[in-house]
């Protein structure tokens, strides 16, 4: 069975998706690892319910992110991770775990991409007042949000939406998607498989 690490610092809701449908047996893998790096951050009691250890660590203990990503990779070939999960990791990945697990890091962004990269991707496309946004999963490359894209998915915008309203969407649409997506690609062999 594929194992996966997700990387998370915030709610974990997405975490929480994937972790779902592993239980509910519509993803075959194993969440071997929850990283995190925002100490007390909600993905943390998330995990723990799900009885998932968590690596917690303060990037600012580090001197470098060289530094606290090899640290990160030795746990990871420790617990035999083989796909990387990045579910509202709010960090760049740099060249120690790009080139540790090339085509084996994947991202969920809340925006269609190439639109709206980066920070608060939901209120950028309020503000752009556009009719339609969504999620986009791809695979992580230095860039922000740069990556091949995998797969897409679109929602609408009215203008009576509120932020909760339009959140509420994009985190329907991402809690369904991920972990299909997932599932997919571990079929798919090229993918997960430790090279
Ligand atoms: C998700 O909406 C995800 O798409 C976004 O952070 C949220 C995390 O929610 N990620 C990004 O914006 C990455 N650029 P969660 O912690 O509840 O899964």
Not at 89 to 97: E, H, V
Not at 101 to 111: A, D, L, M
Not at 141 to 147: F, K, N, Q, S
Not at 153 to 164: Q, W
């Given at each position: 069975m594929s194992k996966l690490a997700v990387f998370a610092?915030?709610?974990g809701s997405n975490f929480e998706a994937i972790a779902s449908a592993i239980e509910k047996?519509?993803?075959?893998?194993?969440?071997?690892?929850?990283?995190?790096d925002r100490p007390g951050a909600k993905v943390e009691k998330r995990a723990e319910r799900f009885g998932i250890p968590v690596l917690s660590f303060y990037p600012k203990?580090?001197?470098s992110k060289a530094e606290f990503e090899n640290f990160i990779l030795q746990q990871l070939n420790d617990a035999g991770v083989e796909l990387i999960i990045l579910a509202g990791?709010?960090?760049?990945?740099?060249?120690?775990?790009l080139r540790a697990?090339?085509?084996?890091?994947?991202?969920?962004?809340?925006?269609l991409l190439p639109s709206f990269p980066g920070k608060d991707a939901i209120g950028q496309a309020m503000k752009a007042k556009v009719k339609i946004s969504g999620v986009t999963v791809h695979y992580v490359?230095?860039?922000?949000?740069?990556?091949p894209i995998i797969d897409q998915?679109?929602?609408?915008?009215?203008?009576?939406?509120?932020?909760?309203e339009v959140e509420g969407k994009i985190q329907a649409v991402e809690h369904r998607l991920y972990p299909a997506v997932i599932h997919s690609l571990l079929q798919d062999k090229s993918i997960g498989t430790r090279r």
């Open positions: 610092s915030g709610s047996g519509s993803l075959d893998a194993e969440i071997a690892l929850v990283v995190c203990s580090y001197d990791y709010m960090r760049l990945i740099g060249p120690t775990l697990f090339e085509g084996r890091i994947i991202n969920i962004h809340p925006s490359d230095e860039g922000m949000d740069t990556g998915e679109t929602i609408r915008i009215s203008t009576k939406d509120t932020r909760e």
